[in-house]
């Protein structure tokens, strides 16, 4: 049979992995394609460079154009990122009715929606396993491994650069920003770090998995982010000592009234199995209705991990090459028509439980006018840990785990106990959330 | 579109989840199909008993053969088990021409070759993705989201019902034969434990995903059964102290001579991640050379989890009923053609670590002589536990772990210790795993 031509566009981190494991593993993929896959050509800003990469034999251009307008080419492979020249090379490659396989989670999450009526316009498939989560295979899980399912939730560890912080605070007792400062040092934190500490990155991963779980459109920009800078020393240790781990979770939840769509910090108790993924690792739990829980680790970035993602999907576009478009699996799992645009929810109206962190004065009735506040906001408690006065100051720390509450009334209750006389710091507030 | 036709065989455990799962998540399943499925007929031995699920609209036969015979059903789902009529019945479906769908992990492990030979002829599917590790999605990872890779090995906690007496073995200090006796009250066993506890069940979903990760044919026979009937409280608490952690693996392994396929109880470190599975849930682990280690994780047997991966097989079925054949994903992820007879490696040349508890008379000269008979057969030591004697006997169990050696080195080595004066019983060895 013949080989199956493709491009890629650009040779970086992910491009050159790409070309290493399409070649190394040139027998082995086809065993399983049952046709050769040919790199036709690739495109460079910078051709002149030494790429991590053998390109024997494939066509360089520093034209990506080019690329994407060679008739030869069936298959795009768009590996730049951004939402820039790449969306526009995209949609050119659609628009020449070739198939594109991306690894670009900003240009999905934010630009998919009109990416994929395109490409349904033109029976062409736009594949994006590499977008999210790496190397471990979650968009075909949930788009297919639990296609019987209604989901009802979902969270993970969609960044490792944060896990790798919040880890090192646990095991090592380290603070914030000296992690960060090793991190960056390490090259698995970006110089501008916002990206991966403040949860854009994660907050693209989720949005792309929320609507492939709920079948829902693409809604980057309702998503709730909120990052780990804040997450203290003490606030890990106390976690500990409660019986949780802090972890940097994306979650998406379908709730009667609309979609939960957030990306915080989360205190989850240290038993789950999603607690113990340390490091830069990645994971994701999917609940089911049917199946349960269930969990899918791997690593979530990097050259071979991100390309092992990335020639997956496109042997499964190789597979699907001769098959009706009609009946190919959806972009988002669920039929273009059939896409609901369920509500996603304001965070004032999400219910979660938290953990608290007061500081306040050592005197008689503190504890008294706190609670009596959480009691006229409706919260309740389900565990208090009073701390000896920690420094020069006298200041108690008091930490406090409530039973699940609107967001609305928990600003309430917080607004009004830093209005006390007492309590002399911000209150540091973590969602809580038990994934069983 | 016209619903797709489904016939049932089998309406126990299994089918019955099924049905409800179908009818249950009848519109998610449809939105994400893009046609409806409809539950045509299905076949029970009994037909007047009660089923756990609505059959209503249902046309019930105690006749399966007239399910796979009906010209109206397109796609048969085989949830009756066993490797007797279930065969039949499965080969007179593909010589019907119709496409199959079953969770028997027996007949697909001991006459899936046949059967798959038989379904390429005559251009249908057999999807089993529930006999495996219930409703993880562990077959697609591998077959699909993993098709860039070459597999190096994988690992798996692939019996509920193994993991379920470790576990409780571990956390509560109990005895095998207890747990045991439990879990036969509470259904988590059979009345005759054997197929679980001894590790057929297991070899059975290891031949298969063995032959998927390797593209070579399935030989059920060839594989080494362990079971856990063995392993002592004490055996469980050396380990925990050492820092390793006991479970039921199989694992399926390429070497640069064959492929390992063996099933038995493994000291794995307690960090790991699959170390840290606990109860009656699976786990896979598997290491692609590109993406490294990755893990699946869920229920692995139950009513409605495993029917989520039979309703999986059926939307996967429903989506390729217009594709060409010779593109569809490869039963066994390589296409026929390309599997290749790779030989399974004799237990014998297997080489692991291995943990060992010898128990000896309190004399001068005991270890000199253990020691002195390692090393000439080249086994290394790489850590010694000896206790206080702890019976009435006054025997000393001393514990080892060593560096991996070949098995029939070490059954030597084995053979010759337990010839001394002064050890007085079997010696207990557990094979080791860094799953690095």
């Given at each position: 049979m013949q080989s199956v031509k493709i491009g890629i566009l650009g040779l970086g981190t992910v491009g050159s992995g790409t070309v290493s494991v399409l070649k190394r593993n040139a027998r082995e993929i086809s065993r399983r394609a049952g046709r050769d896959i040919e790199i036709f050509t690739a495109a460079d800003r910078d051709t002149d460079k030494n790429f991590d990469c053998d390109l024997t034999g494939v066509?360089?251009?520093?034209?990506?154009?080019?690329?994407?307008?060679?008739?030869?080419?069936?298959?795009?492979?768009?590996?730049?990122?951004?939402?820039?020249?790449?969306?526009?090379?995209?949609?050119?490659?659609?628009?020449?009715?070739?198939?594109?396989?991306?690894?670009?989670?900003?240009?999905?999450?934010?630009?998919?929606?009109?990416?994929?009526?395109?490409?349904?316009?033109?029976?062409v498939t736009i594949?994006?396993?590499?977008?999210?989560?790496?190397?471990?295979?979650?968009?075909?899980?949930?788009?297919?491994?639990?296609?019987?399912?209604?989901?009802?939730?979902?969270?993970?560890?969609i960044n490792g650069t944060g896990n790798y912080i919040l880890t090192e605070?646990?095991?090592?007792?380290?603070?914030?920003?000296?992690?960060?400062?090793?991190?960056?040092?390490?090259?698995y934190a970006e110089a501008d770090p916002t990206f991966d500490v403040e949860g854009i990155d994660a907050a693209h991963k989720l949005t792309i998995m929320a609507s492939i779980a709920f079948g829902i459109p693409l809604q980057f920009y309702k998503c709730y982010t909120e990052g780990i800078s804040k997450i203290a020393q003490e606030d890990v240790q106390y976690a500990a000592e409660l019986g949780y781990r802090i972890k940097h979770l994306g979650i998406a939840k379908r709730t009667a009234s609309g979609v939960e769509l957030r990306v915080h910090p989360t205190l989850i108790p240290h038993r789950r199995l999603i607690a113990n993924v340390n490091g830069v690792m990645n994971a994701v739990v999917v609940k089911g209705d049917a199946v349960g829980p269930t969990l899918y680790y791997g690593a979530g970035a990097g050259s071979e991990p991100t390309a092992s993602a990335v020639v997956a999907d496109i042997v499964d576009i190789v597979?699907?090459?001769?098959?009706?478009?009609?009946n190919r699996v959806p972009h988002l799992a669920f039929q273009p028509d059939a896409i609901k645009d369920t509500p996603?929810?304001?965070m004032s109206e999400v219910t979660t439980s938290y953990y608290l962190r007061i500081q306040t004065e050592d005197k008689p009735?503190?504890?008294?006018?706190?609670?009596?506040?959480?009691?006229?906001?409706?919260?309740?408690?389900?565990?208090i840990l009073q701390k000896q006065p920690e420094d020069d100051e006298g200041l108690v720390p008091i930490i406090m785990l409530t039973q699940p509450v609107a967001e609305q009334n928990m600003d309430e209750a917080i607004a009004q106990i830093e209005a006390l006389d007492t309590v002399k710091t911000t209150i540091m507030r973590i969602r809580m959330e038990t994934l069983g």
């Amino acid at each position: 049979m013949q080989s199956v031509k493709i491009g890629i566009l650009g040779l970086g981190t992910v491009g050159s992995g790409t070309v290493s494991v399409l070649k190394r593993n040139a027998r082995e993929i086809s065993r399983r394609a049952g046709r050769d896959i040919e790199i036709f050509t690739a495109a460079d800003r910078d051709t002149d460079k030494n790429f991590d990469c053998d390109l024997t034999g494939v066509a360089l251009t520093d034209d990506a154009f080019s690329v994407v307008n060679n008739p030869e080419v069936q298959i795009v492979v768009e590996l730049i990122g951004g939402t820039g020249v790449a969306r526009d090379l995209v949609m050119q490659a659609i628009d020449n009715g070739k198939h594109v396989v991306t690894a670009n989670k900003a240009l999905i999450a934010m630009h998919g929606n009109e990416l994929f009526a395109n490409a349904q316009e033109k029976g062409v498939t736009i594949a994006f396993e590499a977008a999210v989560a790496g190397g471990i295979p979650i968009i075909k899980a949930m788009r297919e491994g639990l296609a019987g399912n209604r989901i009802e939730w979902l969270a993970g560890i969609i960044n490792g650069t944060g896990n790798y912080i919040l880890t090192e605070m646990r095991d090592k007792g380290r603070n914030f920003s000296d992690v960060l400062v090793e991190a960056q040092a390490l090259g698995y934190a970006e110089a501008d770090p916002t990206f991966d500490v403040e949860g854009i990155d994660a907050a693209h991963k989720l949005t792309i998995m929320a609507s492939i779980a709920f079948g829902i459109p693409l809604q980057f920009y309702k998503c709730y982010t909120e990052g780990i800078s804040k997450i203290a020393q003490e606030d890990v240790q106390y976690a500990a000592e409660l019986g949780y781990r802090i972890k940097h979770l994306g979650i998406a939840k379908r709730t009667a009234s609309g979609v939960e769509l957030r990306v915080h910090p989360t205190l989850i108790p240290h038993r789950r199995l999603i607690a113990n993924v340390n490091g830069v690792m990645n994971a994701v739990v999917v609940k089911g209705d049917a199946v349960g829980p269930t969990l899918y680790y791997g690593a979530g970035a990097g050259s071979e991990p991100t390309a092992s993602a990335v020639v997956a999907d496109i042997v499964d576009i190789v597979r699907a090459l001769t098959s009706d478009p009609e009946n190919r699996v959806p972009h988002l799992a669920f039929q273009p028509d059939a896409i609901k645009d369920t509500p996603i929810l304001p965070m004032s109206e999400v219910t979660t439980s938290y953990y608290l962190r007061i500081q306040t004065e050592d005197k008689p009735g503190v504890l008294a006018n706190i609670t009596r506040i959480f009691s006229e906001q409706g919260i309740n408690i389900e565990a208090i840990l009073q701390k000896q006065p920690e420094d020069d100051e006298g200041l108690v720390p008091i930490i406090m785990l409530t039973q699940p509450v609107a967001e609305q009334n928990m600003d309430e209750a917080i607004a009004q106990i830093e209005a006390l006389d007492t309590v002399k710091t911000t209150i540091m507030r973590i969602r809580m959330e038990t994934l069983g």
